[in-house]
């Protein structure tokens, strides 16, 4: 199968890439831009981990062709962090509540718990559960997880006073 | 070593530190497998059986090697050239000795088994190569399930055995068969546990490069025992295991099934070195599920003869294990576990075991976290059927059968001594804690509104850190000791490694957190150097729990023992006669004296520059550096006790088990790591949940898997799972390093019993019992069906 070139944006920079028509976005963002925080654990769209955002919204990048993404923002977990390196809140709960083991699937939940947490900013537990139904975690039990993303709505609740009473 | 090992006594250990992992693999920098890449690697993939049960009779890869991007194509014939064959033949009682080669020479045994490699300059080119393989079968007729596997005339999965039973042990006490014959009464009960497979959500995979001019070969791989498999490893190669290097990166997740060297990885490694080119394969999901390796699928009978009181007088255990087609472990080594711990925390002096282990054309099983998980189901189910036969509570059952706490050290009839547990006070707790006492009312309360609620309990006695002996007195090959050094740098940083190897449980924390205690330092100031064979000690790696305790025990005792030499140098360095009075605190060295601690000058720093830079100022005879390395074999065997509690409500019309409260009381001894302990608590019990209610590798009766993807097979997701309640009791083990003990795999155990029991019970106006997994909505309608 011949190559083609396109170019891709990711993470607000152009990458100018080579690649089979019939490749994935996962493998490209892998393997040719060399991103590797997203992670492959099925291929076929069910555990989560390769989700990145696309256009803002999470996506599974396993049942994705790289060409198809021509034209449009992606965003991987390693553009979560600032520049600085800083967590954002969701991160830091993560780590203060131990909602990751061995990691893998961790890129995958955070990108769809930021984009969960833009378009549903008070969720229920329930809700936080259901949201988090899609990614597959072997090592946690989710407990974790679910503490993390309620502890991040606390904050946003106290940033959100501080702001109101400034 | 403390000697009373009082939890006070420690400084370190038993805290809260965040994990130092964490920052790589919350930011996208964590370094996993498929994420290493080596100039001019080549990909390897696969072709594997379309049937269950065949011959080989034709394979042509013509077509196949002319596609593009294609290197070679190699089959049985080539390999056995580059390969020893793996012979399984410890001398144990009852089990059979096995062989495998590199690929099957002539027949496949499994949906799924390896048939050839195709290497080719492309992971996608590699695949649609395998696709243009053809291979002519010759099928044969297909054993699935345990029992027909023993029937006389059953198809044999390996002929060379002439049997597919591959291992059957048996062991009873002087007096069980009489009192089964006295006995008034007899309850009998079967558990089954649903085939299942570990499903780390990183599958495996591994780049192999070989190194023509040294002539070595560095294996990148996520395993869990690194020495083991480098050993295995060199030896099926040919090579001297100097040779050899295995590198694990970080690693996705385990679960028991990444300590073997699998076929495909010894594969890898021949081309690698065949064609002198990094060669690289990563498991596709599918191959995970269908050819990886697989777990549990036991069956269970027991036959408890009891008084009317519903004291157990003698207990007979039948026990089969469906074992699939390959053995990468010897065959006896799971089950034989469970047999040797059923009796647990109770007091049941007559005992009696039959054990057999069976072939079947099914993906060959290895152990998975917990490979004895279901012994505690198989324990308190029995004595919840006895309550329900007799009628009585099922705690009343528990109270008058189990043991005191202070009964213990207490050796159970197969000779298993068990001390240092609780499980009285585990109970006892748990059941003022779930408020037990009302528990009943609110039930029957319940049902009138045609709402059924159970509750169950399930008491666990976890064998963890197996040492050395217990593998010698159960017939199982293989040693428990691990090994770990300490190192202080000349610029005092201190760094420390083990041959134990994480897969996600935080070791580089928690043994800096064992640095910290025994050395006496920060532990944010010690680097943890894991899982690369030149540079950490020989260990046998991370299973049976034994990572807190064997390695985090064995660095503990090597970090106490730079302490001592760092502290007869400070004593010589300040002019002291002994260092009775000095110890060592955040890196500086105390002197203390009438219950005062007075800081001195010293710091671990000058101490180091010293030992390294200024030999003779040491004490007279002392070796120069800084450095320990020590060896530890723990006590036979760490056990470790909880007692786990789930409340659940079933819909009975369609089936739903809905889990309202679940609480463990766990008592692990001390710890290392607060924090990471209650993490594998929470991992542990959402497996076995997740195991019980909806895991099942499925093949069908001509020995097809139906759960080959990922969507076909149930793992639970954050809506099924529910919130649980750790309360401890622990008390510390008065022989292991810190009083630690392992943890990692009871609440498998005692989360399978628990939720069985608690269905069970809250479908007992309907008679219903749970007997088999998955506890399926559809598995329960059916017995719900049934009992009208
Ligand atoms: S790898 Fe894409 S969903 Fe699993
Ligand atoms: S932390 Fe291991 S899979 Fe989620």
């Known amino acids: ?166 | 070593m403390n000697q009373t090992n009082d939890k006070t006594a420690f400084l370190n250990a038993g805290k809260t530190l965040l994990r130092k992992e964490d920052r790589r693999l919350l930011t996208g920098h964590g370094r996993f497998t498929d994420d290493i890449h080596v100039v001019g690697e080549l990909h390897a993939c696969f072709v594997r059986s379309t049937y269950p049960h065949a011959k080989i009779s034709a394979l042509n890869t013509a077509e196949a090697s002319a596609a593009p991007g294609v290197i070679t194509i190699v089959t049985a014939e080539d390999l056995s050239e580059w390969t020893t064959t793996l012979r399984l033949a410890p001398p144990i009682e009852g089990l059979l000795p096995i062989e495998m080669t590199a690929l099957p020479k002539d027949k496949v045994r499994f949906y799924g088994d390896l048939i050839a490699c195709v290497i080719a300059t492309d992971r996608y080119l590699a695949e649609d190569a395998a696709e243009l393989v053809i291979v002519e079968y010759e099928p044969l007729e297909a054993v699935t399930g345990m029992f027909a596997a023993m029937e006389e005339d059953a198809p044999l999965v390996d002929e060379e055995l002439g049997s597919n039973m591959i291992s059957h042990q048996s062991f009873e006490t002087k007096s069980i068969q009489k009192i089964m014959k006295a006995a008034d009464r007899i309850v009998e009960s079967t558990f089954a546990t649903a085939r299942q497979t570990h499903l780390p959500i990183e599958t495996r995979g591994c780049i192999a490069e070989w190194d023509e001019g040294s002539q070595h070969l560095t294996m990148h791989i996520g395993n869990q025992a690194p020495h083991p498999f480098r050993s295995v490893l060199a030896g099926r190669l040919k090579l001297r295991e100097s040779q050899v290097t295995i590198v694990v990166p970080d690693v996705g997740g385990g679960f028991g099934q990444k300590i073997a060297l699998y076929r495909e990885e010894l594969i890898v490694a021949a081309l690698a070195r065949h064609l002198k080119r990094p060669v690289r394969w990563r498991e596709d999901r599918m191959e995970n599920m269908l050819a990886s390796s697989h777990a549990r699928e036991d069956f269970a009978r027991t036959r408890a003869a009891v008084d009317s009181n519903g004291r157990i007088i003698g207990l007979m255990l039948e026990l089969i294990e469906d074992f699939g087609a390959y053995c990468f472990y010897p065959a006896n080594y799971l089950a034989r576990v469970v047999a040797m711990i059923l009796t647990g925390p109770y007091d049941i002096g007559e005992y009696a075991y039959d054990v057999k282990v069976v072939l079947t054309n099914k993906c060959g099983n290895g152990p998975m976290r917990a490979p004895m998980a279901i012994t505690s189901w198989i324990m308190d189910g029995t004595i919840d059927n006895i309550a329900r036969e007799l009628e009585l509570d099922p705690v009343q059952v528990r109270r008058l059968n189990m043991l005191a706490d202070s009964a213990y050290p207490h050796t159970m009839a197969t000779g298993e001594t068990m001390e240092d547990i609780n499980p009285g006070t585990a109970l006892e707790k748990g059941l003022e804690s779930i408020d037990y006492k009302n528990f009943r009312k609110r039930q029957l309360d319940d049902r009138t509104r045609g709402v059924y609620r159970g509750i169950g309990i399930c008491s666990v006695v976890e064998s963890t850190t197996y040492g050395s002996k217990f593998y010698k007195a159960a017939g199982i090959p293989g040693s428990g000791h691990e090994c770990a050094w300490v190192k202080v740098d000349p610029s005092g940083e201190v760094r420390a490694s083990a041959g134990v190897m994480s897969t996600g449980q935080g070791y580089e924390t928690a043994f800096s957190q064992a640095v910290a205690e025994g050395l006496g330092v920060d532990p944010k100031d010690v680097a943890i150097k894991l899982g690369n064979t030149d540079v950490a000690p020989y260990g046998m790696g991370s299973r049976g729990a034994r990572g807190a305790t064997a390695g985090g025990g064995t660095v503990y005792l090597a970090a106490a023992a730079v302490r001592e030499k760092a502290l007869a140098i400070a004593a010589k360095l300040l002019g002291l006669n002994s260092a009775d009075h000095l110890s060592i605190q955040e890196g500086r060295v105390c002197w203390f004296f009438d219950g005062k601690i007075q800081e001195t000058e010293l710091t671990l720093s000058d101490i180091a520059r010293t030992a390294y830079l200024d030999p003779t100022s040491l004490p007279d005879g002392m070796e120069p550096g800084l450095e320990v390395t020590k060896a530890y074999d723990p006590p036979p065997m760490t056990y470790s006790n909880s007692c786990h509690f789930c409340e659940v409500v079933v819909e009975v019309n369609s089936g739903i088990v809905k889990i309202e409260r679940y609480l463990v009381v766990e008592n692990c001894g001390n710890v290392l790591s607060t924090q990471i302990v209650e993490g594998q608590q929470l991992g542990a019990i959402s497996m076995g949940l997740s195991g019980s209610m909806f895991e099942h590798m499925i093949y069908d009766e001509s020995g097809y898997n139906q759960t080959g993807l990922l969507s076909e097979y149930m793992m639970a997701t954050a809506s099924e799972l529910p919130e649980i309640e750790i309360i401890s009791v622990a008390t510390p083990n008065r022989r292991t390093p810190i009083g630690l003990k392992g943890m990692a795999e009871g609440g498998v155990m005692g989360s399978i019993g628990a939720v069985s029991n608690a269905v069970s019970d809250a479908l007992a106006p309907f008679s219903v019992v749970i007997d088999s997994h998955p506890i399926s909505p559809l598995s329960l309608r059916q017995k719900l069906r049934k009992s009208h």
Do not use: W
């Not at chain 1, 939940?109 to 990614?135: C, H, Q, W, Y």
């Open chain 1, 1 to 166: 199968m011949s190559k083609t070139a396109f170019r891709l944006n990711v993470n607000g920079q152009d990458y100018e890439v080579l690649v089979e028509p019939r490749k994935l976005l996962s493998d490209v963002i892998r393997d040719d831009i060399g991103l590797t925080g997203t992670h492959v654990g099925c291929e076929h769209g069910v555990c989560g981990a390769c989700t990145v955002l696309i256009e803002g919204k999470p996506q599974r990048s396993c049942l994705v062709f790289a060409i198809q993404a021509r034209g449009q923002s992606i965003r991987t977990i390693e553009d979560v962090a600032d520049e600085n390196g800083d967590y954002s809140t969701l991160q830091q709960m993560l780590h203060e509540e131990h909602g990751l083991q061995c990691g893998f699937c961790t890129p995958g939940i955070v990108l769809t718990m930021e984009a969960f947490l833009k378009s549903n900013p008070d969720p229920s537990e329930e809700e936080i559960r259901e949201a988090l139904s899609g990614n597959l975690c072997r090592c946690t039990g989710y407990q974790n997880i679910v503490k993390a993303v309620q502890k991040t709505i606390l904050r946003g609740h106290e940033e959100d006073k501080e702001i109101a009473s400034l």
